[in-house]
């Protein structure tokens, strides 16, 4: 890929929507990010193999008003694009089910973004009460996943 390539892949992450795109030619690969304004290029010999876990994004209140049960429920929002997963494989138990206690650091769910397994873990400790989204269902960023009522 050449750099004239490069720079109109930067401009398309730039004026649009995608905050990361990763392209990848026989042993080459490019994959270009966007925080905030500013598009980053990074360019490596192998495909990325692994991630590290990420964490879901400080939780939210669910409701202003003054009722003390949905004052303190909490919504956990998704980080980023992708498909959901409830357990680690087909054949295997859901992380979390609705009226379970997590602690905080549990993995609650999978989201599988560019052939990558990212971990969601609580941030606080809480009882799941409401699972939002299905199993395998895509996911866009921000969109609500569990609510979770802090203990």
């Known amino acids: 890929m050449n750099i004239t ?3 109109k892949l930067i401009k398309l992450v730039q004026s649009s929507d995608v905050t990361e795109i ?3 030619e026989g042993e ?3 994959r270009i990010s966007r925080q905030g304004s500013v598009a980053a290029a990074s360019t490596f010999a192998a ?4 991630a590290a876990p990420v964490a879901a994004p400080a939780p939210d209140t669910t409701s202003a008003s003054g009722d003390n049960n949905t004052a303190r429920e909490h919504v956990v929002n ?12 087909p054949d295997s138990d859901a992380f979390v089910s609705e009226g379970d206690h997590v602690k905080k650091g549990q993995t609650l ?8 397994m990212n971990e969601i873990e609580a941030e606080y400790a809480g009882v799941v009460t409401e699972i ?3 199993n395998a269902t ?3 960023y921000g969109q609500p996943i569990f609510v979770i009522t802090p203990a």
């Open 22 to 24: 990763e392209i990848t």
């Open 138 to 140: 895509p996911l866009e």
């Open 47 to 50: 495909p990325q193999v692994a």
């Open 132 to 134: 939002l989204v299905d």
């Open 109 to 116: 769910c999978i989201i599988e973004a560019m052939k990558l």
């Open 78 to 89: 998704s980080p980023m694009v992708g498909t959901f997963y409830r357990s680690p494989g």
């Open 28 to 30: 080459s690969s490019i």
């Open 5 to 7: 390539e490069i720079r």
